[in-house]
């Protein structure tokens, strides 16, 4: 089977075998691994057109254009299988969305209540309703944007990729082609990338997967503090590198899709 050479990276918090160490002494560990084409896929997270916060579009926009254009092209070419996840919603408007969807993906799926913690509760009302933190609004603009944004046209699926709706359709997709090795890009880093049922933390550590992230191939939702030195990516790239697999560059991985064979 044919293979790409992969060079990643994780950031290790345990290394000395005999005694306690000091967080100073903490650093990467950098490996090269062999990946069976037929056993991996890129898997490209939310890489909408529209977006209500614009300068967080504006990144995107750079990234896809500079880094996830290239990446995309060299995976095509190398036969690596392109796997669009662009959420529920947006994933419904193309139609390779329903290959491997079952009933519960495309007619929903009533799931039983938990007994506890109680309904109240969980709702925050009533006795408990000052727990409740402040309201998320989605104000009218941003709900037409949620009906009207699609997969940003340069990263198109093409007829023969995949697109999904959920974690269990990508699961159901793994399974049928032996997919093995998720190679993640997309956005928001601190968000969706991580924690959709499609996203890292599901299928790494819920679902066992080698997950790879594309540390350069993605963007956080900053805040008004961290905009500048982009913080909250640097922190969600380390969590990944902690908890949850791998990174490694759009340059590396276009290296390695160049080499493949």
């Known amino acids: 089977m044919s293979e790409i050479v992969l060079p990643v990276r994780q950031f290790r918090l345990h290394i000395n075998p005999t ?35 614009t300068s967080h579009l504006e990144r995107a926009t750079a990234t896809i254009e ?16 392109v796997i669009h996840a662009p959420s529920p919603q947006t994933a419904r408007k193309y139609p390779q969305w329903t290959r491997y969807a079952g009933d519960e993906t495309v007619f929903g799926q009533e799931r039983p209540e938990p ?35 699609r997969i940003i046209a340069c990263l198109e699926p093409l007829p023969g990729e995949w697109v999904i709706a959920t974690g269990e359709q ?3 997709l793994c399974r049928a082609r032996r997919l093995l090795h998720l190679i993640y890009c997309g956005f928001a880093a601190n968000i969706c990338v ?6 890292i933390v599901a299928m790494a550590q819920e679902r ?28 969600s790239v380390r969590r990944v590198e902690t908890l949850y697999g791998s990174t490694t560059t759009c340059a590396d991985l276009i290296t390695a899709c160049e080499g493949s064979g």
Do not use: M
């Open 194 to 199: 991580l924690n959709r049922d499609y996203g």
């Open 19 to 53: 005694g306690p160490c000091r967080e100073e002494e903490l650093g990467y560990v950098e490996q090269t691994w062999s990946l069976p084409l037929g056993q991996t896929a890129l898997v490209l997270v939310d890489c909408w057109d529209l977006h209500h916060i």
């Open 170 to 172: 990508l699961h159901r």
């Open 208 to 235: 066992g997967y080698n997950v790879i992230l594309l540390r350069d191939g993605t963007n956080a939702i900053e805040n008004a503090d961290t905009l500048a030195d982009e913080t909250i990516l640097l922190a």
């Open 66 to 81: 500079q880094r996830l254009v290239p990446a995309l092209a060299a995976c095509r070419r190398a036969g690596i299988t």
């Open 115 to 149: 007994d506890w913690p109680p309904r109240p509760f969980r709702r925050r009302q009533g006795a408990y309703a000052q727990f409740a933190p402040p309201a998320q609004v989605f104000f009218p603009y941003t709900e037409r944007l949620k009906r009207e944004r």
